[in-house]
């Protein structure tokens, strides 16, 4: 069994957590989505079609995305895992909006990873305040 579920099976949580498996199929879903729009941002950027301030929210998002499993599951630190979440969240926010001059589309396909982090920001401040 994953060590991840096994440790979110322990958690107390709110009563509109989902099960642990959905997680899988929902990031099955967005990093296909957000593979193929950074990836194109970026290459805006290494062609000179965009400036770095532009780019630098996606890869604030990136970073922040990539490490909050290990804080999650390997620090087992809910608190910094809810202020990563929060700054993926905030991150997304400013890339979608400075890239939107640009390349809208960028922008729109943003919506559903915009919703899920909103979701899972609220979820895992819910579980912080439950766990403490």
Do not use: C, E, H
């Not at 899972?120 to 401040?125: D, E, R, S, V």
């Amino acid at each position: 069994m994953n060590t991840n579920y096994s440790l979110y099976t322990q958690y107390k949580k709110p009563f509109f957590a989902p099960p642990g498996w959905l997680f899988g199929v929902v990031w099955s879903i967005l990093y296909p989505i957000i593979f193929i729009s950074f990836g194109y941002v970026f290459y805006l950027f290494f062609k000179k079609k965009i400036p770095f301030i532009v780019v630098l929210p996606f890869i604030i998002n990136l970073i922040t995305n990539l490490v909050f499993t290990p804080i999650q599951f390997g620090l087992k630190n809910n608190l910094l895992a809810a202020i990563d979440i929060g700054v993926v969240v905030i991150s997304l926010v400013w890339g979608m909006i400075s890239i939107y001059k640009y390349l809208p589309i960028i922008t729109w396909v943003q919506v559903p990873y915009l919703l899920w982090g909103l979701f899972a920001t609220i979820l895992q401040f819910t579980v912080t305040w439950l766990n403490r």
